[in-house]
């Protein structure tokens, strides 16, 4: 169903009840500007769920709310089992083992290589022993299609390549959902294809996915729920079909429709 924002209620908008992430009237500001104005909704396990609008309606500053990066400052986010906001103290540390993120810039190691980039996180933060973290690191390297290039450095790399790596360390962790931020942006389209095909890879293989994207056509066809946020409210959400058939002026002309 889709729902323009004087119609969205107090309640998440929740498809199963087996809800990964939940937002629960979720406010944000930045100094006197409120980006996030009581935002409700759930990803389901194994959904992917994209946030599409225009730059500034909010929806980075919503992903990045989900493993703590940016603080909430009312509501609160429920994720794998954790608490954000509500007066709770969440461990950001255990948070941050079950969300994986991948950001529009690679963020990766220059002086290590792939392997060595994907195998520092496990190393550390789980203790897990050299041989099994670089078995780790192939079989994720595997999944992204990338294992030739484990002894590789990132300025050796595409930016399409350095991005399915950035993907790869994230896996690497194991998280419960992985959140994308805007990850094809400042790749060309032949790029953008490789990257694309991987997170379509993921969803296919049931990973719960939180994706901010303008990639309209990924959405239509990967996308389980679409949300398309304005000026910090959810102003409509539906299924697959959303953006073939908007309801507000707003969504319209987003996509072009109402030019």
Same mark, same amino acid.
């Given at each position: 169903?889709?729902?323009?924002?004087?119609?969205?209620?107090?309640?998440?908008?929740?498809?199963?009840?087996?809800?990964?992430?939940?937002?629960?009237?979720?406010?944000?500001?930045?100094?006197?500007?409120?980006?996030?104005?009581? /935002?409700?909704?759930?990803?389901?396990?194994?959904?992917?769920?994209?946030? /599409?609008?225009?730059?500034?309606? %909010?929806?980075?500053?919503?992903?990045?709310?989900?493993?703590?990066?940016?603080? /909430?400052?009312?509501?609160?986010?429920?994720?794998? %089992?954790?608490?954000?906001?509500?007066?709770?103290?969440?461990?950001?540390?255990?948070?941050?083992?079950?969300?994986?993120?991948?950001?529009?810039?690679?963020?990766? @190691?220059?002086?290590?290589?792939?392997?060595?980039?994907?195998?520092?996180?496990?190393?550390?933060?789980?203790?897990?022993? $050299?041989?099994?973290?670089?078995?780790?690191?192939?079989?994720?390297?595997?999944?992204?299609?990338?294992?030739?290039?484990?002894?590789?450095?990132?300025?050796?790399?595409?930016?399409?390549?350095?991005?399915?790596?950035?993907?790869?360390?994230?896996?690497?962790?194991?998280?419960?959902?992985?959140?994308?931020?805007?990850?094809?942006?400042?790749?060309?389209?032949?790029?953008? %294809?490789?990257?694309?095909?991987?997170?379509?890879?993921?969803?296919?293989?049931?990973? $719960?996915?939180?994706?901010?994207?303008?990639?309209?056509? @990924?959405?239509?066809?990967?996308?389980?729920?679409?949300? @398309?946020?304005?000026?910090?409210?959810?102003?409509?959400?539906?299924?697959?079909?959303?953006?073939?058939?908007?309801?507000?002026?707003?969504?319209?002309?987003?996509? %072009?429709?109402?030019?």
């Amino acid at each position: 169903m889709t729902m323009h924002v004087s119609q969205v209620s107090q309640q998440p908008i929740s498809s199963s009840g087996t809800a990964v992430v939940r937002f629960m009237d979720v406010h944000k500001s930045f100094g006197a500007v409120e980006v996030l104005k009581g /935002i409700n909704f759930d990803v389901d396990r194994g959904e992917v769920v994209c946030l /599409i609008g225009r730059s500034g309606s %909010g929806k980075s500053t919503a992903l990045r709310c989900v493993n703590g990066l940016e603080p /909430i400052n009312s509501g609160t986010i429920d994720v794998c %089992g954790h608490r954000l906001g509500g007066g709770s103290a969440p461990d950001l540390r255990n948070v941050r083992k079950d969300v994986g993120i991948v950001f529009q810039s690679y963020n990766l @190691f220059p002086h290590l290589t792939v392997e060595q980039n994907i195998t520092l996180a496990p190393r550390r933060t789980k203790r897990m022993p $050299t041989d099994e973290a670089r078995a780790l690191a192939m079989s994720v390297l595997n999944r992204v299609g990338l294992a030739e290039k484990a002894q590789s450095y990132p300025e050796q790399l595409s930016g399409g390549q350095q991005q399915r790596v950035a993907i790869a360390r994230a896996l690497a962790m194991k998280p419960q959902v992985m959140l994308f931020d805007e990850v094809t942006s400042a790749l060309d389209p032949e790029l953008t %294809g490789e990257v694309l095909k991987v997170m379509e890879d993921l969803a296919r293989g049931g990973m $719960t996915m939180l994706v901010v994207t303008h990639e309209m056509a @990924f959405a239509s066809r990967v996308a389980n729920k679409i949300i @398309f946020m304005h000026q910090g409210r959810i102003w409509e959400t539906g299924g697959r079909d959303l953006l073939a058939r908007p309801q507000t002026p707003e969504l319209k002309q987003f996509i %072009g429709t109402g030019l």
